[in-house]
Nanobody, 122 residues
């Protein structure tokens, strides 16, 4: 089991940077693939980025590739999302999630945090 808890959201201007943190307690963290998702009211939750256990591989949505970087520190049970060159379209609630199967399939993300709001003004 993994219990993610996000922090670091806020209000920034377009072009700014922000780093989100996810404290992921639980015995399954180190063996889990960890991901970041985001959701805008009225729209479906969308995949942002994920990182395999031990940081072996990373995956990004096309919309954030080159601007966002996902990383993890297994010793601290933390996952990070560094967001650079933020755009108003990045405004959303960002969620940290754990996939204990490591497949990165949407339905395999079984543990979710409560989310943190990111607002990017133009």
């Amino acid at each position: 089991q993994v219990q993610p808890a996000e922090s670091g959201g806020g209000l920034v201007q377009a072009g700014d940077s922000l780093r989100l943190s996810c404290a992921a307690s639980g015995p399954a963290f180190s063996s889990s693939l960890m991901g970041w998702f985001r959701q805008v009211p009225g729209k479906e939750r969308e995949f942002v980025a994920s990182i395999a256990r031990s940081g072996g591989s990373t995956y990004y949505a096309d919309s954030v590739r080159g601007r966002f970087t996902i990383s993890r520190d297994d010793a601290k049970s933390m996952v990070y999302l560094q967001m650079n060159s933020l755009e108003p379209e990045d405004t959303a609630v960002y969620y940290c999630a754990a996939d204990p199967t490591g497949t990165n399939l949407p339905n395999e993300y079984r543990y979710w945090g409560q989310g943190t709001q990111v607002t990017v003004s133009s």
